[in-house]
């Protein structure tokens, strides 16, 4: 029986997600982003996409800094081929793409959801 626990503690992170999003596994996603541009890596230092936050309203307490940073870079990383195609690549239009996809309001809160699209989606492409 001890062993059935066991087995189900080792097995839990990868039924429920990855475990813990933190800054590191942020900044590794960031280093291998393949833009839609054409470039690779972030787009916007955290420095860049913290005073986007503060012009948005989007405050520390709601989304820490490095969650926010990857979420921007994230959305120009998806989607720059489609805002330039209709005009609106600016840096405030993925900042509300961002704020859109972290705020969501049935979502589970912005670490959370950065946390299971990471790990559902990016993790193991880095």
């Not at 860049?48 to 307490?61: F, H, K, N, P, Y």
């Not at 705020?103 to 809160?109: A, C, F, H, K």
């Amino acid at each position: 029986m001890l062993e059935g626990w066991m087995l189900l503690d080792e097995v839990e992170p990868s039924l429920c997600g990855c475990g813990d999003f933190t800054q590191a596994d942020a900044e590794k996603w960031a280093q291998h982003m393949r833009n839609t541009d054409g470039s690779t890596g972030a787009h916007w230092s955290m420095e860049q996409t913290s005073s986007l936050a503060e012009s948005l309203g989007v405050s520390r307490d709601e989304v820490s800094p490095w969650c926010w940073w990857i979420a921007v870079n994230m959305m120009y990383s998806d989607y720059f081929g489609v805002a330039s195609h209709f005009g609106v690549a600016t840096p405030e239009f993925f900042a509300e793409l961002a704020r859109a996809f972290l705020l969501d309001e049935d979502g589970p809160g912005p670490k959370p959801k950065m946390s299971a699209y990471y790990c559902g989606i990016v993790k193991d492409k880095d």
